[in-house]
């Protein structure tokens, strides 16, 4: 491969562990894992190359990798005379992260509606100085039915083509 191709994947594996370690509240090594694996690809990737270019220990690879299966963020298949496991992205992960957001964004959605109501229901009794700006929440509210209606298409999309 490429030396550049090479470098760009080891700052890209490190910026998106940083980013997968902080939404999904994974241990360094076990984001690393799953960041290399995405940038790896259909064609898996092995114990080995992880040991190697991740350069961490066989049994702290060991470890968080079967953690990831455990969490079914990954799967695995072999080939034909070959005694080696190729670890790939669970596709069906990517869908159940898609309904965890949907369900956050649904809760802030009824959240930011009472609140809302709320305000609306203060403005009555308040003078006009006192009053509620209700610009941001009606803005917000769209937002979040845009962005999970944006987030559903995409499922359905992900859902069709896996199948």
């Not at 999904?24 to 090594?29: E, F, G, R, T």
């Not at 941001?136 to 359905?156: A, G």
Request: proline share 1%; aromatic share 8%.
């Amino acid at each position: 491969m490429d030396q550049d191709l090479v470098e760009k994947k080891k700052l890209l594996i490190e910026k998106l562990g940083v980013f997968i370690e902080k939404r999904d509240n994974l241990a360094p090594v076990a984001a690393r894992i799953l960041s290399y694996i995405i940038l790896t690809g259909k064609t898996g990737t092995t114990f080995e190359d992880l040991v190697t270019d991740l350069c961490a220990s066989k049994s702290t690879i060991s470890t968080h990798l079967n953690h990831l299966l455990d969490l079914k963020s990954l799967n695995y298949f072999t080939k034909p005379g070959d005694r080696k496991k190729y670890y790939i992205l669970n596709r069906d992960s990517i869908i159940q992260n898609m309904d965890k957001m949907i369900q956050m964004w649904k809760a802030e959605l009824d959240l930011h509606l009472e609140i809302k109501q709320y305000k609306k229901d203060m403005n009555v009794i308040l003078d006009d100085e006192s009053k509620f700006e209700m610009t941001f929440h009606d803005d917000y509210i769209t937002y979040l039915n845009v962005v999970m209606e944006s987030v559903v298409i995409l499922k359905q999309k992900l859902t069709e083509t896996h199948s």
